[in-house]
């Protein structure tokens, strides 16, 4: 069982900068993979990224390669997603996922999902 949280969410200016947080909670080891997804009303839940509970390897979708990085804080049972140079195609709702077993870019291999945090890029 894995509980997911995610915050940092908000409004930010096209070019700029922002950091979201997943909390989570609960049985967590280095088989789980721990994964970013967005989903805008009228349209498909994409993949954002993911990355291996160990931080042994790590997906990015080519939308967000080069911009968005994915990382971890073992520490903290925190997994975060940077995003810089962001663009008002980036504004929708990012959730945070997780599941047991290998990496995947299909959402419905997660079994976990966090409430989602809204990300408004404006021009």
């Known amino acids: 069982q894995v509980q997911l949280v995610e915050s940092g969410g908000g409004l930010v200016q096209a070019g700029g900068s922002l950091r979201l947080s997943c909390a989570t909670s609960g049985r967590t080891s280095s088989y789980y993979v721990l994964g970013w997804f967005r989903q805008a009303p009228g349209k498909e839940r994409e993949f954002i990224a993911a990355t291996t509970w160990s931080g042994g390897s790590t997906n990015y979708a080519d939308s967000v390669k080069g911009r968005f990085t994915i990382a971890r804080d073992n520490t903290k049972n925190t997994v975060y997603l940077q995003m810089n140079s962001l663009k008002p195609e980036d504004t929708t709702v990012y959730y945070c996922?997780?599941?047991?077993?290998?990496?995947?870019?299909?959402?419905?291999?997660?079994?976990?999902w966090g409430q989602g945090t809204q990300v408004t890029v404006s021009s």
């Open positions: 996922t997780a599941r047991y077993g290998r990496i995947s870019n299909n959402g419905a291999q997660y079994n976990y």
